[in-house]
């Protein structure tokens, strides 16, 4: 890539980069749910519409009670895993999490949310067990709305439910110009042990920034979970029959677990960002405390360290229930000239853009940035699903057996 100007904004750099520059099927990326691309990666898959896997999950939510618009919405975010290459928090928790959610009335598909406190830049609500994919996007809107007025919006939110990907939300910021937060703890659920802990205390509790980057279609969105990898990565590693890298998982002991399955028969615990204590992980449990305490001590959400949890036999457990999370949004045109924020903001992340690539010839780019390019290429090609998922909706009447087999499609660009 040649490099721009010295004196002005480096230029975005585009899809079609020379050759070697783009993604590599199953690459990671630089966040930790960019590399969600297991359930992807498959060579089995089948090519569909993203307007029809739209339409499927809409229906999918409509036909459970939840009102036609915040189906739209829920639907949008859940094949946002799928367009974005993130396939753990895509179509595959459609009938794994959220169906089941609704059915068994753990999430209520016409939950009116509450308005506890409101501030002004602050608001409390209770979610009362909406459909969280739904439910987040409208705290983070909510945020976004009291942060131009006020330059800064703050929605701390209890009582919700699962709400998918975090950067789809915190994205719905950046698109505005501003800066978008999204913390969320796990509710009750406990997956993950302190270090030198003997019981599991915690879940994934996952976080994502974003902001506006190199130009409105690139956004910086980091997306993570705090532990190793979010629950959906070991799970999708399971359906396809795979092992998964030492690291991911540990025992009662603290050795490696390279079977994905043992997490759901609860003889793994899912391992800290940082491995070991003696690496770091000290760092990946304090960033997930630090979550717990944000989304969910502040509005008295269920959190994972609390009394019971020191019961039973230390193995993983607890549900997902009363989820807590924090959506914030700074408007920076609040606090300085937002023309001058937005060309350093280009120049920062093109900045890094040209930077030599090591092996001198993959590009460097920053989180998000490859998942909103699988994004452009599958709105206009297909969503590659695999063909598992694929004939699961088709058996659930949500989709026609008219897609077509994906050759040689492995997630990514294509």
């Known amino acids: 890539m040649t490099p721009p100007d010295q004196h002005t904004a480096p230029r975005p750099p585009h899809a079609h980069a020379p050759a070697g520059t783009g993604p590599r099927p199953g690459r990671d990326t630089a966040t930790d749910t960019a590399t969600d691309t297991v359930a992807d990666a498959a060579p089995d898959t089948v090519t569909v519409d993203h307007g029809e896997l739209l339409v499927a999950a809409r229906e999918a939510f409509t036909t459970r009670g939840v009102p036609e618009a915040r189906a739209a919405t829920a639907a949008d975010a859940l094949c946002y895993g799928d367009l974005a290459g993130l396939g753990s928090h895509g179509l595959f928790n459609l009938t794994r999490l959220y169906l089941p959610l609704l059915e068994s009335g753990r999430a209520d598909p016409a939950a009116e949310p509450r308005t506890v406190t409101d501030l002004g830049a602050c608001v409390l609500i209770d979610s009362r067990r909406s459909l969280g994919l739904w439910s987040a996007a409208h705290a983070m809107d909510l945020a976004a709305e009291r942060a131009g007025r006020h330059g800064v919006g703050l929605v701390s939110v209890r009582n919700a439910t699962h709400f998918g990907c975090a950067g789809y939300h915190t994205a719905r910021a950046a698109r505005q110009g501003m800066i978008g937060v999204l913390a969320g703890n796990c509710g009750g659920q406990r997956i993950a042990r302190p270090p030198r802990g003997a019981l599991a205390m915690l879940g994934t509790n996952p976080l994502s920034v974003a902001a506006p980057a190199l130009d409105d279609d690139h956004p910086f969105v980091l997306d993570m979970s705090t532990t190793a990898v979010p629950t959906g990565r070991i799970r999708t590693a399971a359906r396809r029959g795979e092992s998964i890298p030492a690291g991911w998982l540990e025992d009662a002991d603290g050795a490696p677990v390279t079977d994905p399955a043992a997490f759901d028969r609860g003889e793994a615990y899912l391992r800290w960002l940082g491995g070991d204590p003696e690496t770091g992980a000290y760092k990946g449990y304090g960033l997930g405390l630090a979550v717990e305490m944000l989304a969910a001590l502040l509005p008295g959400a269920g959190v994972g360290p609390s009394p019971d949890a020191l019961a039973g036999d230390g193995r993983p457990h607890g549900r997902d229930d009363d989820i807590g999370f924090l959506a914030l949004a700074v408007a920076p045109g609040a606090l300085r000239a937002e023309e001058d924020f937005r060309a350093e903001a280009r120049s920062l992340f093109g900045t890094l853009t040209q930077c030599p690539p090591a092996d001198g010839h993959t590009?460097?780019?920053?989180?998000?940035?490859?998942?909103?390019?699988?994004?452009?290429?599958?709105?206009?090609?297909?969503?590659?699903?695999?063909?598992?998922?694929?004939?699961?909706?088709?058996?659930?009447?949500?989709?026609?057996h008219s897609a077509r087999p994906a050759a040689g499609a492995q997630g990514g660009v294509r």
């Not at 998942?371 to 998922?389: F, K, M, Q, S």
């Open 363 to 400: 590009g460097v780019r920053y989180p998000g940035w490859w998942e909103a390019e699988r994004a452009r290429v599958r709105r206009d090609e297909g969503v590659p699903l695999p063909a598992h998922l694929y004939e699961e909706l088709v058996g659930l009447g949500l989709l026609p």
